[in-house]
């Protein structure tokens, strides 16, 4: 909510308290404070495929035809992964403990 500007409303003064709550609560949970910036394309662009603004590193997206294309055991896998249990559950594990923590 603060990285959105929406914790605290109403004056300047509460702008700052977003700003001063975003960066103190992004320290305490070990998140980039500029997050936000990569959020706000996420939301601008998801769902795209044909925009090159954000990177879609955190989702594999293919058409059908590439599907099936595939071998029948990579369709299963992906099938498996895809899955919203281990998708919602690993996703975000691997995304904030791994990909934004990790140098690389």
Known sequence: ????????????RMRMANWLTLHVSAAMCATP???NLGHQLHHANVGN?????YDWGETVFHT???FVAMPA????LWRVLRHPLPFFSLAGVL???FKMRLPF
Do not use: V
């Open 73 to 76: 055991w990579k369709q299963q």
């Open 33 to 35: 404070p500029d997050w």
């Open 1 to 12: 909510d603060c990285g959105h500007g929406s914790f605290f409303q109403g004056s300047k």
């Open 49 to 53: 495929l044909g925009q090159d603004d």
């Open 95 to 97: 995304t904030w403990y």
């Open 64 to 66: 059908s035809s590439q």
